[in-house]
């Protein structure tokens, strides 16, 4: 049954709920560090990229501590520029983009619809970056993605990209091998311009199930039926691309390996009536963070045994509650597509920017470019009226300004600052 919200509430079942999942990071052929806490299999130990936990606070963190020096140059940027660092539009091959920077101060784009040789990319690319300055994203560079998983989801070909096997297939390389091959990929996505893969898919389909898995089983994006294989195969791969200068996104949190349908073209089908707070398809999720990933992409599928009111990209409960409370995550939360997926069609498309910050995610990309310009409004009308709800889009600002420092795509700390006053 769902955790109601008085139990929820109560210091025992929150530490409860922090013990159990702090066991979900040990698959069966995990590790242990000298302090003894338990690492998932193929798992290296905390580093730069995780921080320890403070002694007056018992949850675990997992993921990129937000740094000061960026919440500083958040502060110093317009209420637009702020909200733009919190959207990521698609672009298309021969589409006009100037203007999702110059315009609307967008801090991201992904590359969608098939783009086709690494100079036509590169070209494109190069451009945007160039666009990004203190007058139009605050100094800070973009974020350019690519939904280049393998198998069906590539969406760079041609010269300079190789031909990307399916998630089943790269399954069968060894992790060694297989990371080797994703430093490889992320070599030519970094030389196309490209800074940001949206894979490893890391949901964990059980077995015998794949063919009625829509998203992800029965188009062999899985690495396989357990979440220790997954982690293994998922880990290689975020490994593999970090060496290249990609930053990987895991997806589709908390999982969609269980549902039938597909949320980008259907609501039918998309409830998993089995996810919990504690459940083991977290687990690929921890394991892919400890392993370096900076980035991960919420699902809009339903979840009632967590929350029996809204699906995951819109919701506190799996986002802030399960994902950054009980786990710790403290980087990056990214939406999967809720542009054009049928599954959040019923909320207003000018509103959904604004509810996945409320509900503590970051960045919300859109297949369609046209609704870039209503949700930009939609963050900054709502920032004006509510003071708590500032103190997020800072908050969310901060967390991608860091994760861009990373990168190398800005030294926070170096932007001046503006007139505006944004919460502390």
């Known amino acids: 049954m769902p955790l109601t919200a008085a139990v929820r509430a109560t210091g025992v079942a929150r530490a409860t709920a922090v013990v159990a999942l702090l066991a979900l990071g040990a698959c069966s052929a995990g590790g242990t560090t000298p302090s003894g806490t338990t690492v998932p299999e193929g798992a290296t130990t905390p580093s730069a990229t995780t921080s320890p936990t403070s002694s007056r606070d018992a949850r675990p963190q997992l993921g990129l501590t937000p740094d000061p020096a960026?919440?500083?140059?958040?502060?110093?940027?317009?209420?637009?520029?702020?909200?733009?660092?919190?959207?990521?539009?698609?672009?298309?091959p021969g589409g006009a983009h100037d203007a999702l920077v110059t315009d609307h101060h967008v801090g991201g784009v992904f590359l969608l619809g098939g783009w086709v040789g690494r100079e036509n990319v590169r070209g494109t690319t190069t451009r945007l970056q160039g666009l990004a300055g203190p007058?139009?994203?605050?100094?800070?560079?973009?974020?350019?993605?690519?939904?280049q998983e393998g198998g069906q989801v590539q969406q760079l070909t041609?010269?300079?990209f190789s031909s990307v096997p399916p998630a089943t297939a790269q399954a069968r390389m060894t992790p060694r091998a297989l990371e080797a091959a994703a430093t490889g990929w992320g070599k030519e996505l970094s030389?196309?311009?490209v800074n940001v893969d949206l894979a490893p898919t890391v949901d964990t389909v059980p077995a015998g199930t794949a063919a009625r898995n829509a998203p992800i089983g029965a188009l062999d994006r899985h690495y396989g039926s357990t979440p220790a294989a997954v982690s293994r195969s998922g880990d290689a791969v975020v490994r593999g691309l970090r060496a290249a200068q990609v930053e990987p996104t895991l997806k589709h949190f908390p999982g969609i390996g269980r549902i039938t349908g597909n949320t980008d073209a259907t609501a039918s089908g998309t409830t998993d009536t089995t996810m919990t707070r504690r459940d083991p398809h977290l687990r690929p999720f921890v394991s892919g963070v400890r392993n370096g990933a900076g980035m991960i992409m919420v699902g809009s599928a339903f979840y009632p045994r967590i929350d029996r009111q809204h699906r995951a990209v819109f919701s506190r409960r799996i986002i802030t509650d399960v994902l950054r409370r009980d786990l710790g995550y403290t980087g990056v939360v990214v939406t999967d597509d809720v542009g054009v997926a049928r599954s959040v069609a019923a909320v207003p498309p000018a509103e959904r920017?604004?509810?996945?910050?409320?509900?503590?995610?970051d960045i919300t990309l859109t297949a369609d470019p046209a609704l870039v310009g209503p949700m930009l409004t939609g963050i900054t009308t709502r920032a004006a009226k509510d003071r708590?709800?500032?103190?997020?889009?800072?908050?969310?600002?901060?967390?991608?300004?860091?994760?861009?420092?990373r990168m190398g795509l800005i030294t926070c700390g170096s932007v001046g600052a503006t007139s505006f006053t944004a919460p502390s």
């Open 70 to 92: 960026c919440r500083e140059t958040a502060r110093a940027m317009t209420p637009q520029q702020r909200a733009g660092q919190l959207l990521m539009p698609a672009i298309y």
């Open 135 to 147: 007058g139009s994203t605050g100094g800070a560079r973009l974020l350019v993605a690519a939904d």
């Open 158 to 160: 041609g010269d300079g």
């Open 191 to 193: 030389a196309a311009g």
């Open 353 to 361: 920017a604004a509810r996945h910050v409320a509900a503590g995610g």
């Open 388 to 405: 708590r709800f500032a103190t997020q889009v800072l908050d969310s600002t901060t967390r991608v300004l860091t994760l861009k420092q």
